[in-house]
């Protein structure tokens, strides 16, 4: 496993897909000018009243975690890496001019679209909870990109993603959805799962795959009603990871917070092929994994809503519908365009780099710039544990430390819980 620090989207990468004055707007609102934006806030669907609320920092945050998606795209896109993961990413509602569902950058739509600079077709594949239709709609139209959802349907945000539901024009039978309801286990979910995605692979023959694993679909999930452990979520990322296409992992969904560590961290293990044992190391978050401080979870006795011929009646009309499709489409040739496209005008900040280890500096509300507090620095010149004549270790000892992150963390600070870490010497 490598770990890298991505490069903060700029605005004009994320208009790649979202309005101007979209993209814009997000640039703008923060806590302290809810009112003066009002009316656009109810134009873009943000707010106190919505699902999407304003915080500070929101647009930082949405060109970080896009950022890091549109980064894996790009080491996908050149062949240096097999298997790309973002955690932080997998914002699958956000649509063109609206933010949806928590999602206010799209950044899978603008990861696709990275992807099929160099992939004449990108499969989509969605097990979180909810519809992905924000994907959905951005590719309905077009058969370069299929989207596969399992979902909840029926009473149920975002009411979208009916088995009917395959795309129009050039996309038609290129959208699949696989509507399920309340407490489907493992075993159940691995009957649809595998035949559908078998039959999309022999198909529609993706050359490049994103797997979204939002862990709202888990056992015990505040928001979600399905019914799966970690295995059964995780033999979903297993089970693509085996046909050895290059794949971009995101995350998603996920709102029993100490749940979503578990699973990303089991799927991280499962993604680089090393076992990880059910008893969870002492941590500083330790407390929140009581009574059991396991890995694992245990399936609540949840009845499963989902017989097993209604299964087998979605799983047989969706296989019916992938027949019509005309063998795998193909692209004209053409010139690849550049990674990262920016528009004329950009700043060379937004362009290069100079310095990728710069931190981003900390404000204030008033926009200064934070001061940092001198016991936070470590191996300095400043570090208030040292003697005054005390000179720094020249071999700490230490082995190269890896983190999948989506911020930067400094080399020889220690991971803290958003980070999953390993020695790799």
Not at 136 to 141: G, R, V, W
Not at 273 to 293: H, M, Q, S, T
Request: some cysteine; overall charge negative; proline content about 5%.
């Amino acid at each position: 496993m490598e770990v890298y620090k991505p490069k903060p989207s700029s605005s004009q990468q994320l208009q790649q897909f979202h309005s101007e004055d979209y993209v814009e707007f997000l640039k703008k609102i923060n806590p302290d000018n809810l009112k003066q934006l009002s009316s656009q806030m109810q134009k873009f669907n943000l707010g106190e009243y919505t699902d999407c609320p304003v915080f500070d920092g929101v647009y930082d945050f949405c060109s970080t975690y896009t950022g890091c998606s549109i980064d894996g795209a790009v080491k996908l896109n050149h062949g240096l890496t097999d298997i790309a993961v973002n955690w932080s990413g997998g914002l699958h509602h956000a649509k063109k001019m609206e933010a949806s569902g928590f999602c206010y950058i799209n950044d899978i739509v603008l990861a696709i679209l990275e992807l099929l600079k160099h992939n004449p077709r990108v499969l989509y594949i969605d097990i979180d909870v909810h519809h992905g239709d924000g994907v959905e709609e951005a590719f309905y139209t077009t058969d370069r990109v299929m989207t596969l959802s399992f979902h909840k349907y029926g009473d149920f945000f975002p009411g979208t993603g009916d088995i009917k539901d395959i795309g129009v024009k050039a996309g038609k039978y290129y959208s699949v959805n696989v509507p399920l309801q309340d407490g489907i286990d493992d075993a159940s979910y691995e009957t649809v799962f595998k035949p559908v995605l078998d039959k999309i692979m022999e198909m529609y023959r993706p050359t490049a795959i994103v797997l979204q694993c939002g862990a709202d679909s888990l056992t015990g999930d505040r928001l979600g009603c399905f019914n799966l452990t970690l295995h059964g979520h995780a033999k979903c990322v297993e089970y693509v990871k085996s046909f050895h296409v290059p794949t971009l992992v995101l995350g998603g969904g996920g709102y029993t917070v100490r749940n979503v560590a578990r699973c990303w961290t089991y799927e991280t293990s499962v993604l680089l092929g090393v076992d990880i044992p059910d008893e969870l190391p002492y941590n500083d978050f330790f407390e929140y994994y009581a009574p059991d401080f396991r890995l694992h979870l245990t399936p609540t006795d949840a009845p499963n809503l989902n017989k097993r011929e209604h299964l087998d009646g979605i799983t047989a009309r969706i296989l019916q519908n992938l027949k019509n499709l005309q063998g795998a489409p193909s692209v004209q040739m053409h010139t690849v365009p550049p990674d990262w496209v920016v528009k004329s005008g950009h700043t060379p900040q937004e362009a290069e780099d100079k310095n990728p280890d710069r931190r981003t500096p900390a404000l204030t509300k008033e926009g200064a710039t934070k001061k940092d507090n001198e016991l936070e620095f470590f191996d300095s010149e400043k570090d208030v544990d040292r003697g005054e004549n005390e000179e720094l270790p020249h071999n700490t000892g230490i082995g190269k430390r890896t983190y999948l992150t989506s911020h930067a963390a400094p080399a020889d600070s220690e991971a803290s819980s958003s980070e999953v870490a390993m020695d790799v010497e």
